[in-house]
């Protein structure tokens, strides 16, 4: 039982390895003005299109239940944060 035990602690811990390697390694990885100017043109737009896509995510984690027609009409404050957000985010 314990054999079986072990065996299937060391599978699991072999099926997840391969998916932390690349967090574990970057983990201590800098990324100042070195780091960018190292990149190659497809590595600085792969790296724009996630800061894109964090601050559309974060705008959407920000104004998940503002984002309602029925209280961008009813509400002056929350028509003000989208026009704002989407004025900036532009």
Do not use: C, H
């Not at 800098?30 to 964090?54: A, E, N, T």
């Amino acid at each position: 039982m314990k054999t079986k035990s072990a065996l299937v602690i060391v599978a699991l811990f072999l099926m997840v390895s391969p998916l932390l390697t690349p967090i574990l390694s970057n983990a201590a990885e800098v990324r100042d003005g070195s780091w960018w100017l190292s990149q190659d043109k497809g590595g600085k737009v792969i790296f724009m299109q996630g800061v894109m896509d964090g601050m559309n995510l974060g705008r959407s984690f920000s104004i998940w239940d503002l984002d309602v027609p029925e209280r961008i009409e009813n509400n002056k404050l929350v028509k003000k944060i989208l026009e704002a957000y989407e004025r900036n985010f532009s």
